[in-house]
């Protein structure tokens, strides 16, 4: 059960100290006498944090999506085309940048976006949470991802194409579906790939979350710190 407690910690990443510590007060006594409640609400702040610092942050980072293979943005089957049209006539340089900028939009982005995140997790309820801890390894992710992907989708998209203009991505693809309707015998294209690299970011996002779930639920090694060693032996 503190296991997946631990989980739901690790995931709710904008929940405040006070918020946590309600949900915490809410719980029934775990602790058999040995640590209260206000421990465990600790610990859970120190998964929260480290949450933040081992998974999502990495993906704010310079080629966070980029050298991440499990969440490097690829090009959509559409584009595909045009990147071996490109190719064809010498323009490997361009095409790769055309990748490589939608991944520096998403790393950007997500630095971005950490408010909308907290945001979307605030409204969680104790049947919420209840439901969680008894739930599978990536119940919390699930839960996350039902309850905020639409959401985030409205409020991260105009993140997304703002990020597009920081990093150069929209000069780049103007440059690239440009040079690629120009080569005879081939089909214009029009791609939305603020929407597409929207999507993509919060796959990734999600990815990650559910990968550090996963870690934290199973992994003794992931207590890092004495706090979390007393509180989560409880479990073992």
Excluded: H
Excluded at 167 to 188: C, E, H, L, M, R
């Amino acid at each position: 059960m503190l296991r997946k407690l631990f989980a739901v910690g690790a995931l709710f990443l904008g929940v405040s100290c006070a918020e946590l510590q309600q949900v915490v007060d809410n719980l029934p006594q775990q602790t058999d006498g040995v640590l209260s409640n206000a421990d465990i609400a600790s610990g859970l702040r120190q998964a929260l944090d480290f949450g933040i610092d081992k998974q999502v942050s990495k993906l704010t980072q310079k080629d966070g999506f980029f050298k991440n293979e499990l969440v490097k943005i690829l090009l959509p089957e559409e584009l595909q085309k045009v990147d071996k049209g490109l190719r064809d006539i010498g323009l490997s340089n361009l095409a790769d940048e055309g990748l490589k900028v939608l991944n520096r939009a998403a790393e950007d982005a997500v630095g971005e976006a950490t408010p909308i995140f907290v945001n979307a997790v605030k409204d969680i309820t104790f049947n919420d949470a209840k439901n969680i801890l008894l739930g599978q390894d990536n119940a919390a992710t699930n839960y996350l991802e039902g309850k905020t992907q639409n959401d985030l989708y409205t409020k991260f998209n105009p993140v997304i194409k703002n990020s597009f203009a920081k990093v150069g991505a929209d000069q780049i693809w103007s440059n690239i579906i440009t040079k690629y309707n120009s080569i005879p015998f081939t089909k214009d294209v029009n791609p939305d790939l603020t929407d597409y690299t929207t999507t993509q970011a919060l796959n990734g996002v999600y990815k990650m979350i559910a990968l550090e779930e996963k870690e934290i639920r199973t992994k003794v090694g992931a207590r890092t710190t004495t706090l979390l060693q007393k509180v989560f032996k409880l479990q073992d």
